[in-house]
Nanobody, 126 residues
Framework: QVQLVESGGGSVQAGGSLRLSCVAS????????MGWFRQGPGKEREGVAR????????WHADSVKGRFTISQDNAKSTLYLHMNALKPEDTAIYYC???????????????????WGQGTQVTVSS
């Protein structure tokens, strides 16, 4: 069984940076595909970034391209989300998620992932 624990959230001013971490435990097969999602107040959960641990391919939402970068350290079983040039609209709870499979032909959807972390709050003030 895979467990995910996020950290690194906080409050920053617009233009600032944060790095989110997600430490994973459990069968490596069950986390071949890792993703970051976020859910803002009154909004649906949306995909932010995804990484295919097998092939290394990545996907980033248009709203964060050029500002956010997903990466992983397999030796530490840790997934990262490097966030730069943060905007107030990035304010949300950020979740990491794991799945055995990546549907690389389309953007990630929450239903693609069966394992979720508890979430970490990111607040960006103007």
């Amino acid at each position: 069984q895979v467990q995910l624990v996020e950290s690194g959230g906080g409050s920053v001013q617009a233009g600032g940076s944060l790095r989110l971490s997600c430490v994973a435990s459990g069968y490596a097969y069950s986390r071949n595909c890792m993703g970051w999602f976020r859910q803002g107040p009154g909004k649906e959960r949306e995909g932010v970034a995804r990484i295919d641990a097998g092939g290394g391919s990545t996907w980033h939402a248009d709203s964060v391209k050029g500002r956010f970068t997903i990466s992983q350290d397999n030796a530490k079983s840790t997934l990262y989300l490097h966030m730069n040039a943060l905007k107030p609209e990035d304010t949300a709870i950020y979740y990491c998620a794991a799945s055995p499979f990546c549907y690389n032909y389309r953007p990630p959807h929450p239903t693609d992932f069966g394992t979720w972390g508890q979430g970490t709050q990111v607040t960006v003030s103007s």
